[in-house]
């Protein structure tokens, strides 16, 4: 016949957990127990629970103050976007042309963007231009176009990433080669406009695409003044 003490030295481990979970501050209660209970570790020898503990703290520190370093290079990267945006924005305002316009969109592209090579396909043909190796006029019809039908119908959201070797070849002629990644718009009615890298990592799909939509927006208003 079993008595009372035995069926308490059956309580199973789940039972105990479960009773450490609902009196989390057990432990103060019996602080020389929380020193000597030992806790396996993935790497090394057990450890104290206070040890153990301490370890995860630690563990949990350096992975807030990576993410926290994280958020704010991200931020920081952003805030230079954003004023780089702007004064791109107020440039293109300046201009007294389409094609000083253009000019001004390419340049800026170039040098404050870190684009490798710039290229801009206009629909449209743009008085003052001449033999620019950036800029191609091709007609929104013209069949050498095709490769762009589907990115011209989703209404001007930017791509990012590798593009298709027949499209590298449209933009960037004799230097696609060289050409390892791009950043597109496609502004619906005015033309395209490619920022191309020698880094495959400097443009890739999923990165963000906000300021990219705000520098085609510029360029559409700026051009938009010279239409008649």
Avoid at 33 to 50: K, W
Avoid at 105 to 114: G, I, V
Avoid at 141 to 157: C, V
Wanted: some cysteine; hydrophobic content about 45%.
């Amino acid at each position: 016949m079993t008595n009372g003490f035995d069926n308490a030295e059956k309580l199973g481990a789940h039972e105990v957990a479960a009773w450490l979970r609902r009196h989390p501050s057990f432990l103060q209660q019996f602080p020389d127990l929380a020193l000597t209970l030992v806790v396996p570790r993935e790497n090394g020898p057990a450890a104290s629970l206070a040890s153990y503990q301490l370890d995860v703290l630690r563990d949990k520190n350096r992975e807030l103050s990576r993410r926290l370093q994280e958020l704010f290079g991200n931020a920081q990267e952003n805030e230079r976007l954003a004023v780089r945006t702007h004064q791109l924005t107020l440039a293109l305002m300046k201009q007294d042309s389409a094609a000083d316009t253009l000019r001004a969109m390419a340049a800026t592209l170039a040098e404050d963007f870190q684009g490798d090579l710039v290229r801009i396909v206009s629909f449209h043909a743009v008085d003052g231009v001449d033999d620019a190796e950036w800029l191609q006029v091709i007609g929104e019809d013209d069949p050498r176009l095709s490769g762009f039908r589907d990115l011209m119908a989703a209404g001007g959201e930017p791509v990012c990433g590798r593009l298709h070797p027949d499209k590298n070849a449209l933009l960037y002629g004799l230097r696609a080669e060289d050409v390892q990644s791009s950043a597109l718009l496609v502004l619906p009615g005015i033309g395209l406009v490619a920022v191309g890298s020698r880094d495959p990592n400097r443009f890739f799909p999923g990165m963000g695409t906000l300021f990219l939509r705000m520098m085609g927006e510029a360029l559409a208003a700026g051009l938009q003044r010279f239409r008649g």
